[in-house]
């Protein structure tokens, strides 16, 4: 057999499914095989790529494509067969640009480049005749088409489709690789989503779900709901009072509200996919959870109560006509009103469990009844009066001077006593416009309501008001506003039954509310009008209701209201909100008094509107980047017109029920806001918020500073703020309410953007729980300085940048490696050349409490986490993975559990730590700030995991929830495993955030640094916490003799800075020589790191010298600041003596000059002035004023 390529013969029909079957082998030997030309090549072959050769990559395309242009995803084409055929040179190039893939899936790696893949053929003497040399050129160094059926199999990228935008939720049909598979050579990610093809989730009839178009979804719907009874009842009675112009005016106005609102509604609409809920879905993802969740609330309840008002009108209109038949079932009133509309109600109920389509069905039914009674009215009208009688009641057909009487408004007062005006009569009036929403309410109903609901919504509202328009006129030209319904007159050819004072009259516009059914052509059609337009509102609010109240339902916004969420059937139909607002309907027809709920309802519908219109204002004013509705005729102040329109409205209506309306939304929008739900919808409220701060940030940066408005903005070095909750407790009391709180994070080596995410979660989880408000800021550099210079230099925008740097005290400074001290001292080195403040806490029992607290908040530890194998990574991966978890992890980062397995180091500690009734560790503050993450920090997925996430969520809102008061320590900090921790261990944790009596802060204020020495500890003695602290002050004296003049002065300079202290101490003899004992501690302290000339001559030197790079002490450094260290010294005696009952000890901090000071030597000075002290805080100020006495 021939080492080249060659393929199969014979006609593509008697080819098999598998037509290949595929060998690798040798091919260092190629044969020539023939000469290139259009004779070449078997006949079989070459017959089955005729008419193919002239297309080249065009007809792999066209094959590798269905009609739409999509990718086959199972073809059974191979781009090797139109290689065979007989083409130009250049298109096989082509073809071969187009098909390579240089970097082969992993699969095809481990084969030489000279590997060739033989295909037995069936007949082996074309091995010799069919391939030319440009077509194995072609194929050289490729594999198999086969192999990959589709484009998608020959890059990692995926293409643009619309399956990748989809929300996270829905199904996934395509697969977008993250940025790691993409980026990393050794991560290979593999397509396992799949879904039916060309099976579009959110549109149509999909698996038989039923779904309505523009006309029966919103058309329909919105004309029943506009065209209701007030069409038959009330509109004649606005002609009489309003006249034809002011009609005219109050219908327009009426349509401007309207009309705005749709176009407001429009636009919401047409910005993305809208799904089931309909109002609540709109609002709720423009104006966030609040607004969408109060508003849902109480439209869902006015679509219930207005279920029975449309009821209880079709039982009035029942009993009208059966009063005129004599027929009654019990007392022909308010009995018969509760039996019929029960059993109606019950009826509407069945229509809607059955199904949506029953209920369209109907719907067209009755809006087919409401058509037949309009044009009865029309027709009437051109009729005219076809008795004495109906024109003895004020119907006269056409008249000019009806018409020139009818034409202004004469308004009267009801018999009630009550004065109309143009107002009063709007607010009657314009509930006959609140159908607008109708189609809307059912959007999850709708095959595509980003159509649908603009153009149902629009034309509806035109047709309608051409309806009102027409019959207003018609209205006013053909009936009086007052008769007499005296047939004498009538007979006799006199008017004299249109002459009647105002109030006598029982007949005409101003008197009767038959005046439609007196016009039509057939009266009982109207009766009809009247049932079908009750009904067809009734059965419209019945589905409203439900529909929206799920969706609300769904989203978990109020509590205990999941339940109705469920939906049964294809529809996904809310039956059990159904039941629950035929409950609520009933429960409000046998209750009655309806008229006095009306015009809250109408308010609840107005507030709907309003919020409506607000929305598209707000989303055009916060103009985020995704507000971009296809539908384009609307404008923002318009939209915010149509919701002061709707506020002045709902004033009209009723004042008492607009206060009513409001009280209502702002108390369910308060409970939303308090449960604070786990969503992020994008709302234009979130856009607004980023858009407010950016403005005041740029604000901010043209303010000048001024020493008045100085604040403490802090970066304080603090990992995880897990890790040392009492430094970060410190630095938030200092800014709490006041200004920036940063807390900086240090990782060593890189890291991945998935671990670095998870540290983020966790480090705002932490900040959430005890109510921080701060930031985190993590950077990942070669070493605690690098990455500590990057904070500094990067941290912070603006004028929102860190003044001051809090470091917790290097309490490992004699026994660490010599580079990590150089390392923390060069950090106050490079604050101080920044003109940074610089600010270093000490604790008694160590400041590093990750191996006492535990993972109470609901994460895992990073090395709690099992490392699987994850579909990404290779067993390679994991394996350095694995090594570099157990090589790199330390406690500083995340909490340390009991069943953790790490070094032996570790869990040593972890031991003794638990043996010494949990007391905090005493450890390193700078070698914890950093998380030596080497290669481990690029795979750390899985962290957070989704089951993580989930949990941690739930975590957050159970403690949401929980009784425990936020200050109550037990409930903020718990041990490993969740252990209770001991009294000591919780009054340690909380020594800055629990409240003080009586306690005593000693202002050590040694030096003019500007005045921060002073100013932290008065901010903290204005704290709730800390409010009843006192400040006992104490300060050097320049000379002995004149000791009492500046104790006066320091007095006086305290009293005009109004900084109230309960003592003030000046220090004399600070240059006195210190005791002997305090002179051996110091020597103690350093004695390891102190190198004399002749330990220098002799070749031989301390632990200190064995690196040259290390620091030291030698004799001409301890000369040349020994009267700095005296005077250190002596302050320690001055310390001991005074301030060791205090709570707090600020002191400045001596400035380490450089190249005078070294390290050591400078941690020595501290070492001595803060050891076996109370929490020591060292300050030093940028030497820049923060304090002024001038106002």
């Known amino acids: 057999m021939s080492d080249t390529i060659s393929f199969e013969l014979g006609s593509a029909a008697d080819r098999p499914p598998n037509r290949f079957q595929v060998n690798p082998v040798n091919g260092n030997s190629r044969k020539s095989q023939g000469a290139d030309g259009p004779g070449s090549g078997s006949g079989a072959g070459a017959g089955a790529g005729a008419g193919a050769g002239e297309d080249g990559p065009h007809e792999v395309y066209r094959r590798l494509t269905n009609a739409e242009g999509e990718l086959l995803e199972d073809d059974t084409f191979d781009a090797t067969q139109m290689l065979n055929q007989r083409q130009p040179r250049q298109q096989r190039q082509s073809i071969k640009s187009s098909f390579r893939d240089k970097d082969k899936p992993s699969r095809f790696k481990d084969l030489q480049t000279t590997t060739r893949f033989q295909v037995d053929p069936q007949n082996e003497e074309s091995d010799e005749s069919n391939d030319s040399q440009e077509e194995r050129e072609l194929l050289d160094n490729e594999y198999d088409t086969k192999y990959g059926k589709s484009f998608r199999h020959f890059t990692r990228e995926a293409l643009p489709r619309l399956d990748n935008y989809r929300n996270m939720m829905s199904i996934q049909a395509a697969y977008r690789p993250t940025l790691d598979e993409l980026h990393n050579a050794t991560l290979v990610g593999k397509n396992t989503h799949s879904l039916t093809r060309n099976q579009d989730p959110e549109s149509g009839i999909l698996n038989g779900v039923l779904k309505f178009g523009w006309i029966k979804g919103v058309l329909v719907r919105c004309l029943l709901n506009i065209w209701g009874v007030m069409l038959f009842l009330r509109l004649s009675w606005v002609v009489g009072q309003a006249g034809i112009i002011e009609g005219f005016v109050l219908i327009l106005t009426t349509t401007a509200v309207t009309t705005i609102t749709a176009l407001s509604m429009s636009a919401i609409s047409t910005n993305g996919v809208i799904k089931g809920g309909g109002t609540y879905y709109m609002i709720s993802r423009s104006l966030g959870p609040e607004f969408g969740g109060s508003i849902g609330l109480i439209f869902s309840l006015a679509n219930a109560v207005a279920c029975a008002m449309y009821v209880v009108g079709f039982c009035e209109s029942m009993l009208a006509m059966m009063t005129t038949f004599g027929w009654e079932i019990i007392d022909g009133g308010v009995q018969d009103v509760r039996i019929i509309g029960c059993i109606t109600i019950l009826l509407l109920l069945i229509i809607v469990v059955v199904g949506m389509e029953w209920e369209a069905k109907a719907q067209i039914g009755l809006l087919i009844i409401l058509l037949v009674a309009i044009g009865d009215f029309v027709i009437g009208s051109f009729i005219g009066p076809k008795s004495d009688t109906e024109m003895a009641k004020g119907f006269l057909g056409y008249n000019a001077t009806l018409f020139k009487n009818n034409l202004f408004a004469d308004y009267r007062p009801e018999k009630g006593g009550i004065q109309h005006d143009f107002f009063s009569v709007f607010a009657i009036f314009f509930p006959a416009a609140t159908g607008i929403l109708a189609g809307a309410n059912i959007s999850g109903d709708l095959k595509d309501p980003q159509k649908s609901i603009p153009k149902g919504t629009i034309l509806a509202i035109v047709i309608t008001t051409g309806t009102y328009l027409i019959m207003v006129l018609q209205c006013g030209a053909t009936v009086a506003r007052d008769a007499t319904g005296n047939l004498t007159d009538v007979v006799n050819g006199s008017f004299a039954f249109l002459d009647c004072q105002p109030g006598?009259?029982?007949?005409?516009?101003?008197?009767?509310?038959?005046?439609?059914?007196?016009?039509?052509?057939?009266?009982?059609?109207?009766?009809?009008?009247?049932?079908?337009?009750?009904?067809?509102?009734?059965?419209?609010?019945?589905?409203?209701?439900?529909?929206?109240?799920?969706?609300?339902?769904?989203?978990?916004?109020?509590?205990?209201?999941?339940?109705?969420?469920?939906?049964?059937?294809?529809?996904?139909?809310?039956?059990?909100?159904?039941?629950?607002?035929?409950?609520?309907?009933?429960?409000?027809?046998?209750?009655?008094?309806?008229?006095?709920?009306?015009?809250?309802?109408?308010?609840?519908?107005?507030?709907?509107?309003?919020?409506?219109?607000?929305?598209?204002?707000?989303?055009?004013?916060?103009?985020?980047?995704?507000?971009?509705?296809?539908?384009?005729?609307?404008?923002?102040?318009?939209?915010?017109?149509?919701?002061?329109?709707?506020?002045?409205?709902?004033?009209?209506?009723?004042?008492?029920?607009?206060?009513?309306?409001?009280?209502?939304?702002?108390?369910?929008?308060?409970?939303?806001?308090?449960?604070?739900?786990?969503?992020?919808?994008?709302?234009?409220?979130?856009?607004?918020?980023?858009?407010?701060?950016?403005?005041?940030?740029?604000?901010?940066?043209?303010?000048?500073?001024?020493?008045?408005?100085?604040?403490?903005?802090?970066?304080?070095?603090?990992?995880?703020?897990?890790?040392?909750?009492?430094?970060?407790?410190?630095?938030?009391?200092?800014?709490?309410?006041?200004?920036?709180?940063?807390?900086?994070?240090?990782?060593?080596?890189?890291?991945?953007?998935?671990?670095?995410?998870?540290?983020?979660?966790?480090?705002?989880?932490?900040?959430?729980?005890?109510?921080?408000?701060?930031?985190?800021?993590?950077?990942?550099?070669?070493?605690?300085?690098?990455?500590?210079?990057?904070?500094?230099?990067?941290?912070?925008?603006?004028?929102?940048?860190?003044?001051?740097?809090?470091?917790?005290?290097?309490?490992?400074?004699?026994?660490?490696?010599?580079?990590?001290?150089?390392?923390?001292?060069?950090?106050?080195?490079?604050?101080?050349?920044?003109?940074?403040?610089?600010?270093?806490?000490?604790?008694?029992?160590?400041?590093?409490?990750?191996?006492?607290?535990?993972?109470?908040?609901?994460?895992?530890?990073?090395?709690?986490?099992?490392?699987?194998?994850?579909?990404?990574?290779?067993?390679?991966?994991?394996?350095?993975?694995?090594?570099?978890?157990?090589?790199?992890?330390?406690?500083?980062?995340?909490?340390?559990?009991?069943?953790?397995?790490?070094?032996?180091?570790?869990?040593?500690?972890?031991?003794?730590?638990?043996?010494?009734?949990?007391?905090?560790?005493?450890?390193?503050?700078?070698?914890?700030?950093?998380?030596?993450?080497?290669?481990?920090?690029?795979?750390?997925?899985?962290?957070?995991?989704?089951?993580?996430?989930?949990?941690?969520?739930?975590?957050?809102?159970?403690?949401?929830?929980?009784?425990?008061?936020?200050?109550?320590?037990?409930?903020?900090?718990?041990?490993?495993?969740?252990?209770?921790?001991?009294?000591?261990?919780?009054?340690?944790?909380?020594?800055?955030?629990?409240?003080?009596?009586?306690?005593?802060?000693?202002?050590?204020?040694?030096?003019?640094?500007?005045?921060?020495?002073?100013?932290?500890?008065?901010?903290?003695?204005?704290?709730?916490?800390?409010?009843?602290?006192?400040?006992?002050?104490?300060?050097?004296?320049?000379?002995?003799?004149?000791?009492?003049?500046?104790?006066?002065?320091?007095?006086?300079?305290?009293?005009?800075?109004?900084?109230?202290?309960?003592?003030?101490?000046?220090?004399?003899?600070?240059?006195?020589?210190?005791?002997?004992?305090?002179?051996?501690?110091?020597?103690?302290?350093?004695?390891?790191?102190?190198?004399?000339?002749?330990?220098?001559?002799?070749?031989?030197?301390?632990?200190?010298?064995?690196?040259?790079?290390?620091?030291?002490?030698?004799?001409?450094?301890?000369?040349?600041?020994?009267?700095?260290?005296?005077?250190?010294?002596?302050?320690?005696?001055?310390?001991?003596?005074?301030?060791?009952?205090?709570?707090?000890?600020?002191?400045?901090?001596?400035?380490?000059?450089?190249?005078?000071?070294?390290?050591?030597?400078?941690?020595?000075?501290?070492?001595?002035?803060?050891?076996?002290?109370?929490?020591?805080?060292?300050?030093?100020?940028?030497?820049?004023?923060?304090?002024?006495?001038?106002?």
């Open 504 to 1191: 006598e009259c029982n007949y005409g516009l101003q008197n009767s509310f038959q005046v439609i059914e007196l016009v039509s052509a057939f009266g009982p059609l109207i009766y009809a009008g009247c049932y079908a337009a009750t009904l067809s509102s009734a059965l419209a609010s019945l589905v409203s209701a439900p529909k929206v109240f799920q969706a609300l339902c769904k989203d978990e916004l109020y509590p205990k209201i999941v339940w109705f969420a469920k939906g049964y059937g294809k529809n996904n139909e809310p039956v059990r909100g159904y039941v629950l607002t035929f409950i609520i309907a009933c429960a409000f027809i046998l209750i009655g008094e309806l008229n006095l709920i009306a015009p809250l309802i109408s308010n609840f519908f107005l507030a709907a509107y309003m919020l409506i219109n607000f929305s598209t204002f707000h989303a055009s004013l916060a103009k985020p980047v995704g507000w971009r509705p296809t539908f384009k005729y609307y404008n923002m102040w318009l939209s915010l017109l149509g919701a002061i329109l709707c506020v002045a409205v709902m004033f009209l209506i009723s004042w008492a029920t607009a206060l009513i309306t409001f009280a209502a939304v702002l108390a369910l929008y308060l409970i939303v806001a308090y449960r604070k739900p786990d969503v992020n919808w994008g709302s234009t409220t979130q856009a607004q918020t980023y858009k407010n701060a950016l403005m005041s940030v740029q604000q901010l940066n043209n303010v000048e500073e001024h020493v008045k408005n100085y604040r403490p903005q802090i970066l304080v070095l603090s990992g995880l703020p897990n890790t040392r909750p009492v430094l970060v407790d410190l630095a938030y009391m200092l800014t709490k309410n006041l200004s920036l709180l940063v807390c900086g994070h240090v990782l060593k080596g890189s890291s991945s953007q998935k671990y670095r995410t998870y540290l983020q979660e966790r480090a705002a989880n932490w900040f959430r729980k005890h109510r921080v408000k701060g930031f985190y800021a993590l950077v990942d550099g070669e070493d605690f300085e690098s990455g500590t210079r990057a904070l500094m230099q990067a941290t912070g925008i603006g004028k929102l940048k860190p003044n001051i740097i809090l470091m917790g005290y290097k309490t490992d400074w004699q026994t660490c490696d010599h580079k990590e001290l150089d390392q923390y001292f060069n950090v106050m080195h490079k604050a101080l050349d920044m003109y940074l403040s610089v600010a270093i806490l000490r604790v008694p029992q160590g400041l590093d409490c990750s191996q006492v607290l535990g993972s109470q908040d609901g994460w895992k530890t990073v090395s709690d986490v099992p490392r699987t194998l994850q579909p990404n990574e290779s067993s390679g991966d994991l394996q350095a993975v694995d090594s570099s978890v157990r090589n790199g992890l330390s406690g500083s980062i995340d909490s340390l559990s009991r069943n953790v397995s790490q070094e032996d180091r570790n869990r040593n500690q972890l031991v003794h730590s638990e043996q010494n009734s949990l007391k905090i560790v005493k450890s390193s503050s700078t070698s914890d700030l950093s998380f030596i993450a080497g290669n481990q920090s690029k795979d750390v997925s899985g962290m957070p995991d989704p089951l993580d996430a989930k949990s941690a969520n739930l975590v957050s809102n159970s403690l949401r929830k929980s009784k425990l008061k936020h200050d109550d320590p037990a409930s903020l900090y718990k041990g490993p495993g969740g252990a209770e921790l001991p009294k000591e261990v919780l009054a340690d944790l909380t020594q800055f955030t629990r409240k003080r009596s009586h306690a005593v802060i000693d202002v050590w204020w040694l030096y003019d640094d500007g005045g921060l020495t002073l100013l932290l500890p008065y901010i903290i003695s204005t704290r709730r916490t800390w409010q009843s602290c006192k400040l006992r002050v104490y300060a050097l004296a320049n000379k002995n003799s004149e000791l009492e003049f500046e104790q006066r002065s320091m007095a006086s300079l305290l009293s005009k800075f109004r900084i109230d202290y309960s003592d003030l101490t000046l220090i004399p003899d600070i240059t006195k020589k210190p005791q002997e004992t305090s002179t051996q501690f110091f020597n103690e302290l350093i004695k390891d790191f102190v190198v004399t000339e002749k330990d220098g001559e002799n070749g031989t030197s301390s632990r200190a010298t064995l690196n040259e790079d290390e620091a030291l002490i030698t004799d001409d450094d301890l000369l040349a600041v020994q009267d700095k260290t005296n005077r250190y010294l002596r302050l320690r005696e001055y310390l001991r003596e005074q301030s060791t009952k205090s709570d707090l000890v600020v002191m400045t901090l001596p400035m380490p000059r450089k190249n005078i000071v070294s390290a050591p030597l400078y941690m020595a000075w501290l070492e001595s002035l803060s050891r076996d002290m109370p929490p020591f805080l060292f300050v030093r100020g940028n030497q820049t004023s923060v304090l002024t006495f001038y106002s």
